[in-house]
Nanobody, 123 residues
Framework: QVRPVESGGGLVQAGESLRLSCVAS????????MGWFRQAPGKEREFVAA????????DYADSVKGRFTISRDKAKNAVDLIMNNLKAEDTATYYC????????????????WGQGTQVTVSS
């Protein structure tokens, strides 16, 4: 398994874009699913997007579909989350996680989690 490390969070205005990066520490992601989740204060951690080990199959939450794009770069051993047209509702701590062989939206199916990176969108 890999141990993700997120980066790229920051403070932006509504309508702007931001790119988050998730890099494995010391080893390749291999044949596992990678996912992005987010959590706002007082709320449960929610699914944002996931990508299969191949980098082809993807899944997005309805709230971000059409605005966010998840991609996998095996050469860099990284998984990015490109967030476009950000809204105030997107404000949260974003977490990268590595899962198993099957795509999932459940936090229970992910084994390694990053520390999180803060994304704040002003309106």
């Amino acid at each position: 398994q890999v141990r993700p490390v997120e980066s790229g969070g920051g403070l932006v205005q509504a309508g702007e874009s931001l790119r988050l990066s998730c890099v494995a520490s010391g080893r390749t992601f291999g044949t596992i699913t990678m996912g992005w989740f987010r959590q706002a204060p007082g709320k449960e951690r929610e699914f944002v997007a996931a990508v299969a080990w191949s980098g082809i199959e993807t899944d997005y939450a309805d709230s971000v579909k059409g605005r966010f794009t998840i991609s996998r770069d095996k050469a860099k051993n990284a998984v990015d989350l490109i967030m476009n047209n950000l809204k105030a509702e997107d404000t949260a701590t974003y977490y990268c996680a590595s899962g198993g062989d099957i795509m999932s939206r459940s936090t229970h199916h992910y084994y390694y989690w990053g520390q999180g990176t803060q994304v704040t969108v002003s309106s």
